[in-house]
């Protein structure tokens, strides 16, 4: 088990950290109850309470990464939050070197975000009201994912997370006036629930169990829960992850989430909402490291995660969905880092920064994209815009170059270290896991060159589009052009992190030392000649991929409609692998069929056992008042005839 750090108190710099959420957080209340009066300016404000809070962290950062590794995890008690009996919980925060890590990704890449968000929602009317309100969601989102990542219990983490899907909810479906937005968003909500029940069921097990949710005495009890309470509790952490996360079995919503506007794509995929479940079982690492089934589970989840992302984004020709499902498969290759135990908490830790970068890069690069070819999101109607956006093909290569692993940028040193970590698990494992992070390598190779071929390079379909006789549509008109300075600036900043993010985290295991606190020292494992060679056939199935996708669309003509009959491979991938049926088949529809059962149950047995009682007692009320005639001589007679009545029973019995 790994040795807990002791925990200080915040002091200096750090004392101040309740400002690193409160300021999005006022950010975005101001933006809602201002009104009408903030929509010229609301849009600077969201930016600068982010760029503040990023400032503040890096303060922080600063002056923690001066101290010994054994002081550097802090807390920060605010305030008493619940009271109840037995159960005590501190509205209270927790510094140490993995949230300060997230705090500087969320607020650093966010901070770039919000700048790029100010020219792709820019108008022609200054005052547009949808503006303020883009950015006071914006910033809500940030400071749910800050209060997430700083609370030092679960009952804090569970307040950021329900934040993080209620601003998710908002963003996705922030185009009103779309149907397929709101669909989106409801889908995002309702699977997300699923996750959190899980979520919530865990830190009900540990309060049972333990009779506190801080995390300091969580974690130094842990070893008291019975194995089956145990491997449960990882399992519904690794259920809250999956939600979160976009990973198999919820990871359906993630690519639909692209109905939002492009910067919230780039913001849930990068620096905030998928990245939740990576960070939730890396700080629960000391429950992790007791259950090496829980362990085993979360590496098969990532392991299937990783290919099923990898084999969709192969089919789709929507950038953004392209680029969703790679967000799915990395996000996979995560997972299955942390589920190493370990080995792989830091080299985990490690890709997701690194994927922040890049994948941010990629996210805007796409947006750029969209912004000049009238938010047209189909690869099949671009090509030949590199010499149109220099620019954002420069950076959008760059992003591409560091995703599939080329040598030198960043997914090379923290992808590749993750694929050499899982052929070093042991027996089967290392083969199971090892061979499919190398066929997803090749796979994003594959689809990722695919895109790059489609939107940069070839023939400029959308010239054909602009011709009245295609399809006797009437012509569109494009005329593609770089993006202004505001959207160019943050894409060449991110630029830089896809080119020296991946060596500066891993040289010489600078993020994982300094992680050390967090997550217990980095174990390595000897891996045979296999492990060895790992980087070598990564290296070597990337390079196949982009051959193959060389071979299949660059040295042929791309039709501008996507074609109707392809194979059954290529038609499984664009229906989701199923998903979507699955989902529907075995929850949507009984779950549908269940409710109409317990509504008719409800009509006919519970309502109808009420109402046939009160209709039975009408219905007779009704006829027994026929007998009130309001005559002297019916009620004579009534009294008549009952006397005579009486009389003969008493005549009766007294005869009998």
């Not at 995390?215 to 509790?233: K, M, S």
Request: hydrophobic share 50%; with cysteine; net charge positive.
């Amino acid at each position: 088990m790994t040795e807990l750090p002791e925990v200080g108190h915040a002091t200096g710099a750090a004392s101040l950290a309740w400002l690193l959420f409160v300021l999005p957080a006022l950010g975005a209340l101001v933006l809602f109850v201002a009104g009408r009066r903030s929509n010229r300016w609301g849009h600077w404000l969201g930016v600068l309470t982010v760029v503040a809070s990023f400032v503040l962290g890096l303060v922080i950062f600063f002056q923690t990464i001066g101290q010994a590794a054994a002081g550097r995890t802090v807390e920060l008690r605010l305030f008493d939050w619940i009271a109840v009996g037995n159960l005590h919980v501190d509205f209270g925060l927790r510094l140490d070197p993995l949230s300060l890590t997230f705090v500087l990704l969320i607020t650093g890449v966010g901070s770039l975000i919000h700048i790029y968000s100010v020219g792709y929602m820019s108008s022609d009317n200054p005052g547009d009201p949808s503006r303020r309100r883009f950015f006071a969601q914006l910033n809500l989102f940030v400071a749910a994912m800050l209060i997430l990542v700083l609370g030092n219990n679960f009952v804090m983490l569970y307040l950021g997370w329900e934040g993080v899907g209620l601003a998710s909810y908002l963003l996705i479906g922030f185009y009103q006036d779309r149907p397929s937005a709101a669909t989106a968003a409801k889908k995002a909500f309702l699977m997300n629930r699923v996750g959190d029940v899980g979520l919530a069921l865990a830190i009900f097990i540990l309060w049972t169990q333990l009779g506190t949710l801080q995390y300091t005495e969580v974690f130094e009890r842990i070893g008291q829960v019975p194995p089956a309470a145990l491997v449960a509790i990882t399992v519904l952490l690794l259920l809250g992850a999956c939600g979160k996360s976009g990973q198999f079995p919820l990871q359906a919503w993630l690519p639909d989430a692209m109905e939002g506007p492009t910067p919230v794509s780039a913001l849930i995929h990068a620096a905030t909402m998928v990245t939740a479940g990576v960070y939730l079982i890396a700080r629960c690492n000391p429950i992790y490291n007791l259950s090496e089934s829980g362990r085993l589970i979360v590496m098969l989840v990532g392991g299937v995660t990783l290919l099923i992302g990898a084999i969709i984004g192969c089919a789709y020709d929507d950038i953004k969905k392209v680029l969703a499902y790679s967000t799915v498969s990395q996000i996979g290759y995560m997972i299955l880092a942390v589920g190493l135990g370990p080995v792989g908490y830091a080299l985990g830790i490690a890709h997701l920064l690194a994927h922040g970068f890049f994948k941010a890069g990629l996210f805007l690069g796409a947006g750029s994209v969209m912004h000049a070819m009238n938010d047209n999101v189909d690869m099949r109607h671009y090509g030949g815009l590199w010499r149109k956006m220099p620019i954002t093909f420069v950076t959008f290569g760059l992003g591409y170059l560091a995703l599939i692993g080329f040598p030198g940028l960043s997914g090379f040193f923290t992808k590749d270290a993750i694929i050499e970590a899982a052929f070093t698990a042991p027996g089967w494992q290392g083969w199971v896991f090892g061979i499919a992070a190398t066929v997803a390598a090749g796979l994003t190779a594959f689809y990722m060159t695919r895109l790059m071929i489609m939107t940069f390079f070839g023939e400029r379909r959308w010239e054909k589009l602009q011709s009245p006789e295609l399809n006797g549509e009437p012509a569109k008109d494009y005329h593609p052009h770089e993006s202004p300075w505001s959207m160019t600036a943050p894409m060449i900043l991110l630029a830089f992190g896809s080119l020296f993010a991946g060596f500066l985290l891993t040289n010489g295991h600078a993020l994982a030392g300094w992680l050390t606190p967090s997550l217990g020292e980095l174990q390595e494992r000897e891996g045979g000649a296999v492990g060895h060679a790992a980087s070598w056939i990564v290296l070597a199935c990337s390079a196949l991929g982009v051959l193959i996708a060389y071979l299949v669309v660059g040295r042929r003509p791309t039709p501008v409609e996507r074609p109707a009959r392809v194979s059954f491979p290529v038609q499984a991938a664009r229906r989701d692998l199923y998903a979507n049926a699955v989902n529907e088949a075995l929850i949507a529809r009984p779950g549908t069929w269940l409710a109409r059962a317990l509504v008719f149950l409800d009509n006919r047995g519970v309502d109808g056992i009420v109402n046939g009682a009160a209709a039975l007692l009408g219905g007779s009320s009704g006829r027994l008042r026929r007998l009130q005639t309001g005559f002297v001589r019916s009620y004579a007679l009534s009294m008549l005839g009952g006397s005579v009545l009486v009389v003969a029973a008493l005549l009766a019995v007294r005869f009998a």
